[in-house]
C-alpha cells in the first residue's frame, strides 16, 4: 500500500500543476487591476504603475507564469498585494482555525448521521426512518449561510447562550481569552464558540453521509449472505454489527471523502456569517481584491487539501475491505 | 474584553438554566425603545464614567496596517488615529486645531509658505521626545517612498526646520494643504530601523492616548491607555476593536454586549435598534458626495439634451428614499452638505436645477433625437454596492417607463475602477460612484470636474474651460471669499450641463450602548470614534 501511495502522491503532482495553470490563466483572463483596487480611485496613474512594477505585474503573463512557477517549486508561494506579507505566512495563520472547524464540523457529522443512518434503515418506513428522511431533505437543501444566521438569531440574539462570533482554540494562552483563567476555561469557551459553526457547517455533510449510509445499509441488508444468516437464527442486532455495518461504508467513505470539498466551500459562508477567521474569509479577501499572488496560493492549498482527501479516502478502503489490495493491483 | 458591568453573561446564563432565563431575556430583548434613541447631533451620556474601564468596538472590516507614511484604510485608521497624534486634527467641527504643533499654520500672503513651531512637551511611547525633525519625516516620506499618500504632500517643494520651527514651502498655492497637515506623526528613527520592503509592518510607536498591545488582523486590534500620555489622560484603560463584517452578526454582537459600540448601521437594521432601550444611534452626514455621471466623451451622452432626457425619466429623490435612506440623505450639489453649510454656498438654488420627474417630456426628447435608435440601451454601470445598484437600476426603469432601455451591470471594484475611465461607450454611457475627502470644496470640484482629472479620477472627460478656469483658480488661492465666489459659479455649470446627477450623501452611523459615556459623531468619518478629544473623553459606566 506505501507503493500505491506514493505513486498517488507522484500523480497528483501534474494535477495541482494544471489547477495553479488554470487558475493563473483564469484570474488574469478576468477583467480588474489589484493595484487600483490597492490604491483607490485617487490614486495618480504614475504611481499605480510605480507599484504594478514593484509586484512585477507590468511583465508580460507567460513571464509572470515561468516566475511564479519558479518560485513556487522553491516554496515560494508570493506575497500578498493586499496584505503586503508572505501567501506562506498568511495561510499558516489562518490554517488552524479552518482545520478546527472542518475536524468538529466532520465529527458532528459522522457521529450523528452514522447512527441515524443504521437506524433509518433497520427501521424503514417506521417513524425514526421518516424523521431521518426528512431531516436528510432538509440538511441537503438549506443553505449553510441560512442555517448559520438562524443559529445566531435564536441561540444569540434572542437566547443569549452562545456566542455568535470568534472562535477560541482550546490550546490558546488563558491569559488572552476574556474571563477565562485557566486551559479548562479556555476549552469551555472553545466548545461554546465551535457549537454553532460546527452544526451550520456540518449539517449538510450529515445530511448528505446519512443518506448515503442508510441507502448502503440498506444494500447489504438484502444481500444473501445476511439472508442466510437470519436463516440461520443470528440475532438482527448481531447482524447489523458483525456483518452489514462494515460492508456497507465503503460508500460511506466515499461520500465522505467528497464532502472535503464541500465543507472548504461551505466554510467560506461559515467563516462569514461568524466572523472566524480562517481560510473561507482569506479567499473572500483575495478575490475581493483580485490579489493574485493570495488567490493562487490558497486556490492551490484546496487542491492540495482535495488531493489529499481522495488519496486517504483510497487507502481506507483497504482497511475497511480486505479485499481491497492495492498492491497487488500494482 | 468586554466592558465590567454586563448584567447577565453568557457564562452566567449557561450556569443558572438557560431554559427558563431564556424565556426572560427573550422577553426583554423584544421590548419596546426608548422616546428617541435617534441621536443626531452627537453628545452622549452625561453620567460618571468608570475610571479605567475598557470597550469593544464593532467595526464594519479590519485594517491591514497601520503605517501613517502608507495610505490606511479608513477600518485601519480608525485604530491608528488613537495610537498616534497629527500635526493637526479636526474640533468638533471641521476646522482644524493644533495636536502637536503649537498653534495654527502662519500662511505666506501667496499661499505658498506654510509654517508653524513643533511643541516640545510631547513624546512618543518609547519615551522619545517628538521632534521636528519626526515631523517633517512624516510629511516628506510619502513622497520620498512614493506611497498611495503622495499624492497629498508631492506639491510640496521643501521642508526646513529651524530650532522648533518648520518651513513648508509649495510648488503652488494648494487650498487643501490645511487638511494633508493632519497627518499622523510617526517616529523616524523607529520607523527607519523597523520598516520592511513594504512599509512599517509592525512595532507601531506612536504619541497618541493609546498604545498598540495586540493586533491580529480580522480578529482584533487591542489598544491599552498609554500612561504617560503628554496630553489629556483617556477615561477608558483598554479598548479593543473587534473587525465583524457580517451585519446581522455585528448587530447580535452588540445586543448581546459582546460589543459596547458598533459601526456602519446598514438600512434595514436600522429599527432594530431603535427597538433596543439600552442603546443610541448616533447618526451624522458624512463628508461625502455619490452621484450618477454620464460619459461626455462619446455616444449619445454627449449631448446635454440627451443628459437631461435621462435625468427627466426618473426621480433621484424616491430613489434615494427608497434604497439609502435611513442610512444616507439626498443632496442637491457636487459638494457635500456638512461643507456647503459652512461656506454658506446656496444650496436651495442649486437645488432647484435639477428637474423632476417628467417620463413624457424625457420620451419626448429621446424620440426627437436623432442619434437615439427607437431600441437604444443605455449601458449603466455600478460598483459592487447595493445601494449604488439600486441607484442605477432606478435609473434604467425610468428609461424603460421612457420606452428605451438600460442594461444596468455590477462590476467587481477591479474592473469597476478600470472601466469607468475609458470614456468608450461600450464601456458606459452613465456611472455611478462616490467621492469622499477633506472638508474642503476643491477635493470634491477639482477631482470630479477638472481636466486634469479626466481619465485619472473622472469617467466623463466633460470639457468647459470656463468651469475649468474657476475651478483651477478657487484651487489655487488662498483667499476664501475669492474662492466662494468661484464655486457659486463653478457648480450650477455642473447641474446645468447634467455632468452629473448628485444623489446622496451617507451618513457615518455609530450604534453606542447607554453604559458607554460622552460618545460623539464627528462628521469626518475616519476621525471616529473619538475616545479622547479637546470636548470628549469617552468611558464607560
Given at each position: 500500500m506505501a507503493r500505491y501511495a506514493v505513486r498517488r502522491l507522484v500523480q497528483s503532482i501534474p494535477v495541482l500543476l494544471g489547477i495553479a495553470t488554470i487558475t493563473f490563466l483564469l484570474i488574469n483572463a478576468i477583467p480588474g487591476d489589484p493595484i487600483r483596487i490597492m490604491v483607490g480611485p485617487n490614486a495618480d496613474a504614475s504611481m499605480v504603475e510605480a507599484i504594478r512594477a514593484q509586484y512585477g505585474l507590468d511583465e508580460p503573463i507567460h513571464i509572470r507564469y515561468v516566475t511564479y512557477l519558479g518560485n513556487l517549486i522553491q516554496g515560494d508561494m508570493g506575497r500578498s498585494i493586499h496584505f503586503g506579507q508572505p501567501v506562506s505566512q498568511k495561510i499558516a495563520e489562518r490554517l488552524p482555525v479552518t482545520l478546527l472547524l472542518l475536524v468538529s464540523s466532520f465529527t458532528f457529522a459522522i457521529a450523528t448521521a452514522v447512527p441515524m443512518g443504521v437506524i433509518s434503515a433497520q427501521k424503514r418506513n417506521e417513524l425514526p426512518d421518516h424523521v431521518s428522511r426528512i431531516l436528510g431533505l432538509i440538511g441537503v437543501s438549506t443553505p449553510s449561510f441560512w442555517i448559520g444566521l438562524m443559529l445566531i438569531i435564536i441561540f444569540s440574539y434572542h437566547i443569549q447562550l452562545l456566542p455568535a462570533t470568534n472562535l477560541i482554540m482550546p490550546w490558546a494562552d488563558p491569559s488572552t481569552v476574556d474571563g477565562a483563567s485557566n486551559a479548562v476555561d479556555v476549552f469551555v469557551t472553545s466548545i461554546e464558540h465551535l457549537i454553532m459553526p460546527t452544526i451550520t457547517l456540518g449539517t449538510l455533510q450529515m445530511a448528505a453521509i446519512m443518506r448515503v449510509q442508510r441507502s448502503s445499509m440498506l444494500e447489504v441488508l438484502q444481500q444473501e449472505y445476511v439472508q442466510l444468516a437470519r436463516a440461520y437464527g443470528v440475532r438482527e442486532r448481531t447482524i447489523l454489527r458483525k456483518h452489514a455495518f462494515r460492508n456497507a461504508q465503503l460508500p460511506v467513505i466515499t461520500i465522505v471523502g467528497l464532502q472535503i470539498t464541500t465543507a472548504l466551500g461551505g466554510s467560506v459562508l461559515t467563516e462569514t456569517v461568524f466572523n472566524i477567521n480562517g481560510m473561507g474569509r482569506l479567499i473572500i479577501t483575495a478575490i475581493n481584491n483580485q490579489d493574485y499572488p493570495l488567490i493562487m496560493g490558497t486556490t492551490l492549498f484546496f487542491g492540495v487539501m482535495f488531493v489529499i482527501g481522495v488519496i486517504v479516502t483510497d487507502l481506507s478502503y483497504a482497511y475497511i475491505d480486505p479485499r481491497v489490495t492495492y498492491d497487488e493491483v500494482d | 474584553?468586554?466592558?465590567?458591568?454586563?448584567?447577565?453573561?453568557?457564562?452566567?446564563?449557561?450556569?443558572?438554566?438557560?431554559?427558563?432565563?431564556?424565556?426572560?431575556?427573550?422577553?426583554?430583548?423584544?421590548?419596546?425603545?426608548?422616546?428617541?434613541?435617534?441621536?443626531?447631533?452627537?453628545?452622549?451620556?452625561?453620567?460618571?464614567?468608570?475610571?479605567?474601564?475598557?470597550?469593544?468596538?464593532?467595526?464594519?472590516?479590519?485594517?491591514?496596517?497601520?503605517?501613517?507614511?502608507?495610505?490606511?484604510?479608513?477600518?485601519?485608521?480608525?485604530?491608528?488615529?488613537?495610537?498616534?497624534?497629527?500635526?493637526?486634527?479636526?474640533?468638533?467641527?471641521?476646522?482644524?486645531?493644533?495636536?502637536?504643533?503649537?498653534?495654527?499654520?502662519?500662511?505666506?500672503?501667496?499661499?505658498?509658505?506654510?509654517?508653524?513651531?513643533?511643541?516640545?512637551?510631547?513624546?512618543?511611547?518609547?519615551?522619545?521626545?517628538?521632534?521636528?525633525?519626526?515631523?517633517?519625516?512624516?510629511?516628506?516620506?510619502?513622497?520620498?517612498?512614493?506611497?498611495?499618500?503622495?499624492?497629498?504632500?508631492?506639491?510640496?517643494?521643501?521642508?526646513?526646520?529651524?530650532?522648533?520651527?518648520?518651513?513648508?514651502?509649495?510648488?503652488?498655492?494648494?487650498?487643501?494643504?490645511?487638511?494633508?497637515?493632519?497627518?499622523?506623526?510617526?517616529?523616524?528613527?523607529?520607523?527607519?530601523?523597523?520598516?520592511?520592503?513594504?512599509?512599517?509592518?509592525?512595532?507601531?510607536?506612536?504619541?497618541?492616548?493609546?498604545?498598540?498591545?495586540?493586533?491580529?488582523?480580522?480578529?482584533?486590534?487591542?489598544?491599552?491607555?498609554?500612561?504617560?500620555?503628554?496630553?489629556?489622560?483617556?477615561?477608558?484603560?483598554?479598548?479593543?476593536?473587534?473587525?465583524?463584517?457580517?451585519?446581522?452578526?455585528?448587530?447580535?454582537?452588540?445586543?448581546?454586549?459582546?460589543?459596547?459600540?458598533?459601526?456602519?448601521?446598514?438600512?434595514?437594521?436600522?429599527?432594530?435598534?431603535?427597538?433596543?432601550?439600552?442603546?443610541?444611534?448616533?447618526?451624522?452626514?458624512?463628508?461625502?458626495?455619490?452621484?450618477?455621471?454620464?460619459?461626455?466623451?462619446?455616444?449619445?451622452?454627449?449631448?446635454?439634451?440627451?443628459?437631461?432626457?435621462?435625468?427627466?425619466?426618473?426621480?433621484?429623490?424616491?430613489?434615494?428614499?427608497?434604497?439609502?435612506?435611513?442610512?444616507?440623505?439626498?443632496?442637491?450639489?457636487?459638494?457635500?452638505?456638512?461643507?456647503?453649510?459652512?461656506?454658506?454656498?446656496?444650496?436651495?438654488?442649486?437645488?432647484?436645477?435639477?428637474?423632476?420627474?417628467?417620463?413624457?417630456?424625457?420620451?419626448?426628447?429621446?424620440?426627437?433625437?436623432?442619434?437615439?435608435?427607437?431600441?437604444?440601451?443605455?449601458?449603466?454601470?455600478?460598483?459592487?454596492?447595493?445601494?449604488?445598484?439600486?441607484?442605477?437600476?432606478?435609473?434604467?426603469?425610468?428609461?424603460?417607463?421612457?420606452?428605451?432601455?438600460?442594461?444596468?451591470?455590477?462590476?467587481?471594484?477591479?474592473?469597476?475602477?478600470?472601466?469607468?475611465?475609458?470614456?468608450?461607450?461600450?464601456?458606459?454611457?452613465?456611472?455611478?460612484?462616490?467621492?469622499?475627502?477633506?472638508?474642503?470644496?476643491?477635493?470634491?470640484?477639482?477631482?470630479?470636474?477638472?481636466?486634469?482629472?479626466?481619465?485619472?479620477?473622472?469617467?466623463?472627460?466633460?470639457?468647459?474651460?470656463?468651469?475649468?478656469?474657476?475651478?483651477?483658480?478657487?484651487?489655487?488661492?488662498?483667499?476664501?471669499?475669492?474662492?466662494?465666489?468661484?464655486?457659486?459659479?463653478?457648480?450650477?455649470?455642473?447641474?446645468?450641463?447634467?455632468?452629473n446627477l448628485p444623489s446622496y450623501t451617507l451618513k457615518n452611523t455609530w450604534a453606542v450602548k447607554d453604559y458607554v459615556t460622552d460618545f460623539t459623531n464627528h462628521p469626518i468619518g475616519y476621525i471616529n470614534p473619538r475616545l479622547v478629544s479637546s470636548y470628549n473623553n469617552v468611558g464607560v459606566q
Open positions: - | 474584553m468586554a466592558h465590567d458591568n454586563k448584567p447577565l453573561t453568557r457564562r452566567r446564563l449557561l450556569r443558572t438554566g438557560a431554559g427558563i432565563t431564556a424565556a426572560g431575556v427573550l422577553a426583554g430583548c423584544t421590548g419596546g425603545g426608548g422616546d428617541d434613541p435617534t441621536d443626531t447631533s452627537g453628545g452622549g451620556g452625561t453620567a460618571t464614567p468608570q475610571p479605567g474601564g475598557s470597550l469593544s468596538i464593532g467595526q464594519a472590516k479590519s485594517g491591514v496596517h497601520f503605517d501613517p507614511i502608507r495610505q490606511m484604510s479608513v477600518p485601519a485608521l480608525l485604530v491608528a488615529n488613537r495610537m498616534y497624534s497629527s500635526i493637526y486634527t479636526y474640533g468638533e467641527g471641521t476646522d482644524l486645531e493644533p495636536q502637536i504643533a503649537t498653534e495654527l499654520p502662519e500662511v505666506s500672503d501667496d499661499g505658498t509658505r506654510w509654517s508653524f513651531d513643533v511643541r516640545e512637551d510631547a513624546y512618543f511611547q518609547n519615551g522619545d521626545q517628538v521632534t521636528p525633525e519626526d515631523v517633517a519625516y512624516s510629511i516628506e516620506q510619502p513622497v520620498v517612498e512614493e506611497t498611495q499618500l503622495a499624492a497629498d504632500f508631492n506639491m510640496v517643494n521643501s521642508v526646513s526646520v529651524d530650532g522648533q520651527t518648520i518651513t513648508i514651502d509649495l510648488d503652488f498655492p494648494y487650498a487643501v494643504f490645511q487638511h494633508s497637515l493632519t497627518q499622523n506623526v510617526v517616529p523616524k528613527s523607529v520607523r527607519e530601523e523597523t520598516k520592511t520592503d513594504v512599509g512599517w509592518t509592525e512595532g507601531y510607536v506612536g504619541s497618541g492616548p493609546f498604545e498598540l498591545v495586540e493586533f491580529r488582523e480580522g480578529e482584533h486590534a487591542q489598544l491599552a491607555s498609554w500612561s504617560d500620555y503628554w496630553g489629556k489622560a483617556p477615561n477608558l484603560s483598554e479598548v479593543e476593536f473587534v473587525p465583524i463584517p457580517e451585519p446581522t452578526t455585528r448587530l447580535t454582537s452588540f445586543q448581546n454586549d459582546e460589543v459596547g459600540v458598533i459601526q456602519d448601521i446598514p438600512p434595514k437594521l436600522w429599527g432594530t435598534i431603535e427597538g433596543m432601550n439600552d442603546a443610541t444611534i448616533f447618526e451624522r452626514p458624512a463628508i461625502s458626495y455619490f452621484y450618477g455621471s454620464f460619459n461626455c466623451n462619446e455616444g449619445p451622452t454627449t449631448d446635454p439634451e440627451v443628459r437631461r432626457a435621462v435625468d427627466l425619466a426618473f426621480s433621484m429623490d424616491d430613489a434615494v428614499s427608497n434604497f439609502v435612506e435611513p442610512a444616507g440623505v439626498r443632496v442637491n450639489s457636487p459638494i457635500p452638505a456638512a461643507v456647503a453649510d459652512t461656506w454658506d454656498f446656496p444650496t436651495d438654488e442649486w437645488a432647484d436645477i435639477q428637474s423632476d420627474k417628467n417620463v413624457d417630456e424625457a420620451k419626448a426628447i429621446l424620440d426627437d433625437h436623432e442619434e437615439i435608435p427607437a431600441d437604444w440601451e443605455m449601458n449603466i454601470i455600478v460598483p459592487p454596492d447595493n445601494k449604488r445598484e439600486q441607484i442605477g437600476v432606478t435609473i434604467g426603469n425610468g428609461l424603460n417607463e421612457a420606452g428605451y432601455g438600460a442594461n444596468v451591470q455590477r462590476l467587481d471594484w477591479g474592473t469597476y475602477l478600470e472601466k469607468f475611465l475609458t470614456g468608450d461607450p461600450n464601456d458606459y454611457h452613465m456611472y455611478v460612484l462616490g467621492w469622499s475627502g477633506p472638508p474642503d470644496p476643491s477635493d470634491f470640484m477639482y477631482n470630479l470636474f477638472a481636466q486634469d482629472m479626466a481619465g485619472v479620477n473622472q469617467g466623463h472627460f466633460y470639457e468647459n474651460d470656463e468651469l475649468d478656469g474657476y475651478i483651477n483658480q478657487a484651487r489655487e488661492s488662498s483667499d476664501r471669499e475669492e474662492r466662494k465666489e468661484l464655486y457659486e459659479k463653478a457648480v450650477p455649470i455642473v447641474l446645468e450641463e447634467r455632468v
